[in-house]
């Protein structure tokens, strides 16, 4: 079980850093930052599998293409990041885009990928270790991933970034769960602003989630020669996480919008307590208002303008009236 390592030192810090895999049962061979023609003039037998992380130049994706016969299109797929998550079938390969998730800032990772009868091409702007696990067990002389096939490495790839999706929703689940024990607590504005936030979190999730399980879903169909039929059942685990993720998603969006109608709510009561308070103020001044405009009227003959006890009589009146309103609301439970 023979290993080799090459690595070039003379790499340019924004060029794309590319890692090459030659593996079989018996043996693997890794080379970092090499010249592809090196790696094409091997007659070694097994799998080859190119990663490049960082942004490809015209050269390297002009070389992919002439040697693997990669049609245009997907080569401008490459080039214009941010396509949707797909997988499109050409002659002699696959063409898969899909998104992952950094573990730690939860960024959006765009993986491309060209999968082949005997290699796999997987290209990325960031690598951020996404793949690390896989390239491990390539490693390991006892691994699966070595006595299978380029389809086998394309599902082991596949389940590395629906799997890295895990993290951010458990991570969203906890702020969800937050929020609800602090629906009490929070001012209304950093609550709105927390509940948009998780929101767009997740339809983002949802939407790359719901791509990666059509993309899968189209290749466990057994339609396409390329997938053997040993790697279906591996594949149909991954589309089982999927819908896990998406039964996450759907059970996190009803619990914020039942948090949001809880919100709404208590900001109607709130609005309701403060109409009740003001509507008991108005009701308590309309007769107190009606008493002072019948004795601010100016006549000269009117009963009580010349009584002694006419102004004292009034507030008597007046108070007599706001206690006998505040006595009736209360019997009526309005207050």
């Known amino acids: ?54 942004p490809p130049d015209s050269d390297f994706l002009d070389q992919l293409a002439a040697h693997y ?6 080569i401008e797929d490459v080039i214009h990041s941010g396509q949707r998550s797909k997988l499109e079938t050409y002659d002699e390969y696959l063409f898969l885009s899909l998104y992952a998730l950094d573990a730690e800032t939860q960024q ?51 389940d590395r970034i629906i799997d890295s999706v895990f993290p951010a929703l458990e991570q969203v689940g906890k702020e969800v769960f937050e929020i609800e024990d602090q629906i009490f607590s929070i001012t209304r504005d950093a609550m709105a602003s927390k509940l948009h936030h998780l929101r767009v979190r997740l339809w983002a999730l949802e939407r790359d989630i719901t791509g990666a399980q059509e993309v899968i879903e189209d290749m466990r169909t057994g339609e396409i020669a390329l997938i053997k039929e040993s ?70 003959y009117m009963p009580e303008l010349g009584h002694r006890f006419g102004y004292p009589g009034v507030w008597i009146l007046m108070i007599a009236v706001t206690a006998g309103l505040l006595m009736f609301y209360r019997r009526k439970n309005w207050l």
């Open 108 to 158: 959006r990772l765009e993986v491309n990928m060209f999968v082949g009868g005997d290699y796999v091409i997987t290209l990325m702007p960031d690598d951020k270790g996404l793949f690390a696990p896989v390239q491990e067990m390539l490693k390991h002389g006892n691994s699966n991933l070595r006595k299978m096939g380029s389809d086998f490495l394309c599902y082991s790839l596949c």
């Open 231 to 300: 790697t279906l059942v591996y594949l149909r685990d991954c589309y089982d996480h999927t819908l896990q993720q998406l039964h996450s998603t759907e059970a996190y969006r009803q619990i914020t919008a039942s948090i949001l109608e809880s919100y709404l709510s208590l900001a109607n009561n709130e609005m309701n307590e403060v109409i009740k308070v003001l509507t008991v103020i108005s009701t308590i001044f309309i007769p107190l208002t009606f008493i002072t405009s019948v004795y601010g009227m100016n006549f000269t």
């Open 69 to 74: 016969n990669l049609h245009p299109l997907s």
């Open 1 to 54: 079980m023979p290993t080799t390592t090459h690595s070039n030192e003379h790499i340019p810090e924004q060029a794309a850093q590319i890692t090459v895999f030659q593996y079989s049962p018996d043996a693997i061979a890794v080379q970092s930052g090499t010249s592809l023609y090196s790696v094409w003039q091997s007659q070694d037998p097994g799998v080859t599998w190119i990663h490049s992380s960082g």
